[in-house]
Structures are given as structure tokens and as C-alpha cells.
């Protein structure tokens, strides 16, 4: 596993700023990565509503530790390249809100199925030991075959 930094991580996603939500990569290989992030408990955090953070924003964190994960797996050699969330499946909440949370969340996805620009992502979010988001996510990238 190659060291990735907080610049690293801004670099691999097609936000900037705040909407980098990820703080750390703990690990990575060619099928998974696991994330670290503390940006829930920030009062200027971009996804909050109301000055709540809700669970499902949690889906944004998975898919930035996608994104993460694919640039990482493409290498030094092939630029990134952007992507979208195409479709999310089997969601399951376990909370209600990120931002309640005292400790820092941890984001974890493994690729399941790649061919073609298109993967098959399942992912989970925790803290404290405690499940509070998973399901599975389909990541397309831009200029994808047909």
C-alpha cells in the first residue's frame, strides 16, 4: 500500500475545498479501500441541512472513498478520471444523523465487479464499532464504453 496524504485524497476526487470529505486512507488494495473521515462534525460541512447531517449523506463519503479507491487502483501513469454514482442499492441506515456522532467515521469499499469504466461497489459506514450506512453502489466512469 502506497502512503496517500490529504493533498493525494483532494487530488483523486473532482471536489475541492469542504466537499473533500475524506481525511485519511488507512488501507487500499486492488479490491478495497477504508477510509477515515472527521468532516461530520464540522458546523460548515456543505452537506448539512438545517445544521443537520443526515445518514443518507453518508452515501456521498462512500462514494468519495470509490472515487479514492480508483484513482489509487489506475496509478501514478493514468490521470483520474471522473465518474458517477449511476445507481445505489440495498441501502440499510442504521442512524438517523452523521453529525451526532462522537467519534470519526469509517468508510469502507470493496470493488466487486469492474469491466468496461463500470464497477460494483458494496460499502459500509461505522463508528465506534457501531454500522451506521451500508448498501452497493454502481460507479461509472466518464467515457466508459458502451
Known sequence: ???VSPADIACLLPHSGSMVLLDAVLEHDAS??????QRHHA?????????????WCGLEYAAQAMAVHQGLCAGDANPPVRGFLAVARDLV???TDLDELAGNLHIQAEKLIA?????IYQFQLSSEGKMLLKGRAAVVL???SE
Open 115 to 119: 469491466e468496461s469504466g463500470r464497477s
Open 142 to 144: 466518464q467515457g466508459a
Open 43 to 55: 458546523v460548515d460541512n456543505p452537506l448539512r441541512i438545517d445544521g443537520r447531517l443526515p445518514a
Open 1 to 3: 500500500m502506497r502512503s
Open 32 to 37: 478495497a479501500i477504508h477510509c477515515l473521515a
Open 93 to 95: 441506515m442504521m442512524s
